[in-house]
Every structure is written in structure tokens, then in C-alpha cells.
């Protein structure tokens, strides 16, 4: 009898819906009001990183060291969260990512569960606004992780709050760190984006309309015979 996983943990920025533009409009929005230069190039070093890391490398960009307190810290970030607030009140079910609600359709047939593994504090109002909650049985409280990806926290806490073994778990992401987090976690792997980035997922595929629900299974079963 083939193994079946028992949890999917889906990531939900690149993954579910691309919310990387507004945080990157909003994150240029404070930057500006810095006097700091990002741009889309830089970007792509924050993604899956969380707030107050991304706040840090972006203060580095400063042409001189900026001296700020914890304080004065939480204090821009929360600025930025803000603006990124006012963003995405602008995302409705359009926003979903191509093939994504196909796959969580099928994944919810199956009876095998569905947890949401992010790093976002406003994943829920974001799944809310897509109309996609429904699917879910467990939505990892970002607050509550105390280490970001690539530390495995983020998947293994979705695990463990549904009681399953972490090597029953399949963990899709988009980013390295991502990706990094899911298989320190014991998890099975599927990566989304390209093979520079994601070589070391256990399955990739290049985009989210190629991620079928009973390929994912077979793969998932392939690795667990030559593991």
C-alpha cells in the first residue's frame, strides 16, 4: 500500500497569490522616506524574509550607518505594514495564483489536511479577502514563530498543531528559504519557481499551473521507496 502524506503546508506569498509587489511598493514607499534606493533587484533578496530582517538589510542600503533603537525599528516597520495595509485591500479571488485553486480543491477532496505555513502576520486577512479560509485546517500564527525560514519552525508548528509526523508532511514554497525550512523540517519539498534557486527541492516545477495534486502524491510516494 503506497504511503499517502497526510498535511499539505502551502506558503502563501508566490505560492497561493503574489502579495511581493505591494510589500516591494510598500517596503520602496519607506525606503524613500529614508532617503535609501531600492529597487525591484534588491527586492528579491526579502523575499521569505521576515519584517524586521528585511527592515535591517534595508537600512544597510544607507549611504551612511543609521543608529536606530529597537524601538525606532518596530517603529518603521510598523509604518511599512501600513502601507502594505492599505495595499492589499485591493486583492480579491483574481489574485489567486494560476492552478492553485484547482489544487486546493483536490487536496480537500483527498481528506488529506491543509495548513497555511507563512511568515505574513496578515496571512488570514489576505486568504479572507481571496476567499479560499475555507480550505484550511490550521493557519500557522506567524506572531507566535519565533525563528523565520529557513529555520524550520513555520512548517513544523503547522504539523504539530494537527498531530501529524513531520516526514507525513508536504511543504510547497517558493523561496530558498523556503524550501530550506521545509526539508530541515523532515518534510517532503515541492518548489516553485526556477532550478537556480530551488535545486534543492525534492520536486520542482517551474510555475504554480504545474502543480497537479496527484503528481505531487506520486512524487511524494517515488521519494519515500528510494529514501
Known amino acids: 500500500m ?6 499539505f503546508i502551502y506558503d502563501l506569498d508566490g505560492v497561493i497569490t503574489d502579495t ?6 510598500a517596503w520602496k514607499q519607506l525606503a524613500d522616506e529614508l532617503g535609501i534606493t531600492i529597487d525591484r533587484h534588491f527586492n528579491e533578496q526579502l523575499k521569505g524574509i521576515n519584517r524586521m530582517d528585511s527592515l535591517d538589510r534595508i537600512l544597510d542600503q544607507a549611504s551612511s550607518p543609521m543608529e536606530l533603537s529597537t524601538e525606532e525599528k518596530v517603529e518603521l516597520a510598523t509604518r511599512k505594514n501600513g502601507y502594505y495595509l492599505e495595499l492589499i485591500e485591493a486583492i480579491d479571488p483574481g489574485h489567486i495564483l494560476p492552478g492553485i485553486k484547482d489544487l486546493l480543491e483536490a487536496n480537500k ?7 497555511l505555513g507563512s511568515a505574513s502576520k496578515n496571512a488570514s486577512r489576505i486568504l479572507d479577502k481571496l476567499e479560499l479560509t475555507g480550505f484550511f485546517d490550521y ?7 519565533t525563528n523565520g525560514k529557513p529555520d524550520p519552525e513555520t512548517f513544523t508548528a503547522a504539523a504539530d498543531a494537527l498531530r501529524i509526523a513531520h516526514a507525513d508532511c508536504v511543504g510547497i514554497e517558493d523561496a530558498a528559504a523556503g524550501v530550506e525550512a521545509v526539508n530541515r523540517a523532515g518534510m517532503f519539498s515541492v518548489g516553485v519557481g526556477d532550478e537556480a534557486h530551488l535545486s534543492h527541492a525534492d520536486y520542482r516545477v517551474e510555475s504554480t499551473q504545474e ?12 521519494n519515500r521507496k528510494h529514501s
Do not use: M
Request: proline share 3%; no cysteine.
Open 2 to 7: 503506497a504511503q499517502s502524506p497526510k498535511l
Open 20 to 25: 511581493a509587489e505591494f510589500h516591494y511598493l
Open 109 to 115: 477532496q483527498s481528506g488529506i489536511k491543509i495548513a
Open 139 to 145: 493557519i500557522v500564527n506567524a506572531a507566535e514563530i
Open 211 to 222: 502543480l497537479v495534486f496527484q503528481k505531487i502524491l506520486d512524487e511524494f510516494e517515488n
